[in-house]
């Protein structure tokens, strides 16, 4: 091979390098164009080498080529700030890094922004961060970080942002963006990072309801129920004495009201209006003594496709949760 047909591969492979796309979910596509520019240039015998940033969906590349007087050469092309990526990551790529999940990196300083803006508080902070790292991917996957976020729905995550946590001026708002060390600009970013996900769950949801709905209608009832928990057991032969039973010990709870079918406790789920169930002990020590007081059978209304949907999204991520490669990088 020619000094001038290496200097015109090498000229052509920039130009390939430049058009890659560089979203980790297109690395497949990269690869593929890759292949089909080295099957054009034989002689420089290209090999791909692809990075992918930690923390972000983006990937970078270098193209290794063979050069005709011996050894090789190493081409990098960064399209935005000129960085090559080999400088960019000149330590070691999970320095600062706490957890990989499949292929989505999150720091330190990522993680504690998590907990402290997303957190819902039903869920461990470890668990927390692997399915906000989840969501991630799959967001990746279905291209949503490309659209744009509208300004209704920044609106709308700004203002669930705030009510979440007592922000409910301009002041505090900026004492709190100061507390977490954030500019005006990333705060800003940040709250396109939460509508994104927001999106892609509602989607997700709208999507997930009414197969989750027709598998499960039973679950979707519309219940009222009474009942009381306590260290004590409570007697009632039905649901009118079951307060007055309870007011004899000073311990009990009572609970009143309408529900789902799958969010009754475990021994009512599924009892006949007026039956009195236990007293049952619980697994969290004490006993539950309760009624049914009515059953509506589920509808195809949009507030029961809508707990459908929830209840069809935390199945989906929980599924994602138990399949995915986690790695926590403690040391």
């Known amino acids: 091979m020619t000094g001038s047909a290496f200097a015109q591969a090498l000229e052509s492979g920039v130009e390939l390098l430049r058009s890659l796309p560089r979203r980790r979910s297109a690395v497949p596509a990269a690869r593929a164009a890759a292949r089909d520019w080295a099957?054009?240039?034989?002689?420089?015998?290209?090999?791909?080498?692809?990075?992918?940033?930690?923390?972000?969906?983006?990937?970078?590349?270098?193209?290794?080529?063979?050069?005709?007087?011996?050894?090789?050469?190493?081409?990098?092309?960064?399209?935005?700030?000129?960085?090559?990526?080999?400088?960019?990551?000149?330590?070691?790529?999970?320095?600062?890094?706490?957890?990989?999940?499949?292929?989505?990196?999150?720091?330190?300083?990522?993680?504690?922004?998590?907990?402290?803006?997303?957190?819902?508080?039903?869920a461990s902070p470890y668990q927390e961060i692997v399915d906000q790292c989840l969501l991630a991917a799959a967001l990746d996957e279905a291209g949503g970080d490309d659209v744009p976020v509208s300004a209704a729905d920044l609106q709308a995550t700004a203002d669930a942002f705030r009510r979440g946590r007592g922000l409910h001026d301009r002041a505090a708002t900026l004492a709190w963006m100061a507390a977490a060390g954030m500019s005006g600009e990333q705060f800003e970013s940040y709250l396109a990072v939460i509508?994104?996900?927001?999106?892609?769950?509602?989607?997700?949801?709208?999507?997930?309801?009414?197969?989750?709905?027709?598998?499960?209608?039973?679950?979707?009832?519309?219940?009222?129920?009474?009942?009381?928990?306590?260290?004590?057991?409570?007697?009632?032969?039905?649901?009118?004495?079951?307060?007055?039973?309870?007011?004899?010990?000073?311990?009990?709870?009572?609970?009143?009201?309408?529900?789902?079918?799958?969010?009754?406790?475990?021994?009512?789920?599924?009892?006949?209006?007026?039956?009195?169930?236990?007293?049952?002990?619980?697994?969290?020590?004490?006993?539950?003594?309760?009624?049914v007081l009515s059953r509506t059978a589920a509808g195809d209304d949009p507030e029961t496709l809508a707990a459908a949907g929830r209840a069809a999204f935390g199945r989906w991520l929980a599924e994602r949760r138990a399949a995915a490669k986690v790695e926590w990088h403690w040391s």
């Open 39 to 122: 099957a054009r240039h034989p002689a420089v015998a290209a090999q791909l080498v692809v990075d992918e940033r930690p923390g972000t969906p983006v990937v970078d590349y270098d193209l290794l080529l063979d050069h005709p007087g011996g050894g090789t050469v190493a081409v990098t092309a960064p399209a935005e700030d000129g960085v090559p990526w080999l400088v960019d990551h000149s330590t070691h790529w999970a320095a600062g890094q706490l957890v990989s999940v499949d292929g989505v990196h999150v720091s330190v300083s990522q993680a504690l922004t998590m907990l402290r803006t997303l957190s819902r508080g039903d």
């Open 195 to 291: 509508a994104r996900r927001r999106r892609f769950r509602a989607d997700k949801e709208a999507e997930l309801a009414p197969r989750h709905l027709a598998a499960h209608r039973a679950d979707f009832a519309r219940v009222r129920a009474v009942w009381v928990t306590g260290p004590a057991q409570v007697v009632a032969a039905d649901a009118g004495e079951l307060a007055g039973a309870a007011a004899s010990h000073e311990e009990a709870v009572v609970t009143v009201g309408a529900r789902w079918e799958h969010e009754l406790p475990e021994a009512l789920r599924g009892a006949a209006p007026g039956d009195v169930v236990g007293p049952v002990p619980l697994a969290s020590r004490g006993f539950l003594t309760g009624a």
